[in-house]
């Protein structure tokens, strides 16, 4: 399996701390150790730094735990290789464009006969995995459903959860997905997430010796809310999503959810 | 304006030198500062590393310089803004899919009215740059002409230099255009390329004190291809492509040419 890490702020935050706890899992603290990548959105644009190698032991993953880039949408993936060798081209997150945006996407979980079931056309994928394969499903059908003309959030996202409950049934698929503005998250049986704002506290990783007080870095008004497959801090309230629950989030807050029926 | 730096190589290769010394043209040797990117593949997956920031003083450039990648196919820009502001989204190189590969593009110069000559409708630009319109454009233009089958190599690339003839009649238009397997470039006015291959020498840097035996570093087969918009190197013989010049390199070898008419 995987570990998937995101985040929504309402202002340009980094996620070294969150960061720093979850490569010890990808062959420290974890089994994930078959590459690692994280997407960080700044503005219109977004930047992936990705490795085929284990987190722990990668210099790309050192440099993003050492180097603060500030964003208000970032998502991050550790990968344990079930479908597709250890490759780049096989490693998360994947990105592509769609109405002149960035769409980025991670997902934890295994699916089966999913080429017969969801046909893709449009949107080929490039590597061997399951995972890219039902992004370039959810892709073609947001293609074929609304063409050219981007739909209200509010209908856009009740599409693509629509599509996460069918690809669910061929599988286990926990997805974080974004276009840089909103996040949208998807449990099949493995999410939790928790939203920091003030008063703020101290934060313990689980994973590394390391204590943060968010009250001597986080302005005031900061709203950020951190999505996990396993929860990253011992001294925290993490929710646990339920199984085919949805959550979108802007700027750091819930704004949309559902449940499949 | 920009540079640009690319390679094609028949054996995965590291492109440490050449970076070190493009990279000083980022604030140093040269006003390059407005952004930098370089784009790596292996296999069939790639990886860019971009920052908005001059390359000189960017902690990810160093990580660059630093840290080998060997690859077969790489392309480089650093950026001297002329269209769009200095943000992320307007940072080269751009990588589209298309066909089930990923595509990436650079370009050095600057376009006039490209938007009324040259509608976009299937690729929409992220951001705002005359570069990543005409990446578009060409993108577009493939999609129209050959729908969801790619070419063979000599069609699919006179037809994408059939494009550029077109934009370079709205300016400059210096590019590096690559899949992975073949890298095309584009000469509208500046770009200089070599070949190394046994019998390997040493290569003096023109920007920084550095000198490489490749004799030590190559293996007797190898052939690497560097292209560049200014050369690199004080004690090697660049090839200057001339004005509407376009080649197609594979594996570090010139396997098609052609010039505007």
Chains 1, 2 share one sequence.
């Not at 590394?208 to 990253?232: C, K, M, R, Y």
Request: aromatic share 12%; charged share 15%.
């Amino acid at each position: 399996m995987c570990e998937l890490l995101a985040m929504s702020a309402n202002t340009p935050t980094d996620i070294c701390f969150s960061f720093t706890g979850l490569m010890q899992r990808g062959g420290n603290t974890g089994p994930h150790k078959d590459g690692w990548g994280i997407t960080f959105y700044e503005g219109r644009g977004c930047r992936t730094f990705k490795d085929p190698l284990p987190s722990i032991e990668s210099k790309i993953a050192t440099l993003v735990t050492d180097y603060p880039i500030k964003s208000t949408s970032v998502i991050c993936h550790i990968r344990q290789a079930n479908a597709g060798p250890i490759c780049l081209e096989n490693t998360h997150p994947f990105t592509r464009n769609m109405w002149g945006e960035n769409w980025s996407y991670a997902h934890n979980g295994q699916l089966s006969n999913y080429k017969e079931v969801m046909p893709v056309k449009a949107h080929i994928p490039v590597g061997d995995t399951d995972s890219e394969y039902a992004f370039c499903y959810i892709l073609d059908q947001l293609h074929y459903e609304f063409g050219a003309n981007e739909p209200d959030p509010h209908v856009l996202f009740q599409f693509i959860a629509k599509q996460c409950h069918k690809i669910n049934h061929l599988g286990v698929f926990n997805i974080t997905l974004t276009n840089g503005k909103y996040l949208f998250t998807y449990c099949s049986n493995n999410l939790h997430w928790l939203t920091r704002q003030a008063p703020f506290g101290k934060a313990q990783l689980i994973d590394a010796e390391l204590t943060v007080d968010f009250q001597q870095h986080a302005g005031e008004n900061d709203i950020i809310t951190v999505i996990a497959t396993q929860p990253l801090t011992s001294n925290e309230q993490w929710l646990k999503m339920e199984s085919t629950e949805w959550i979108l989030f802007h700027l750091g807050e819930k704004v949309l959810s559902g449940r499949g029926i």
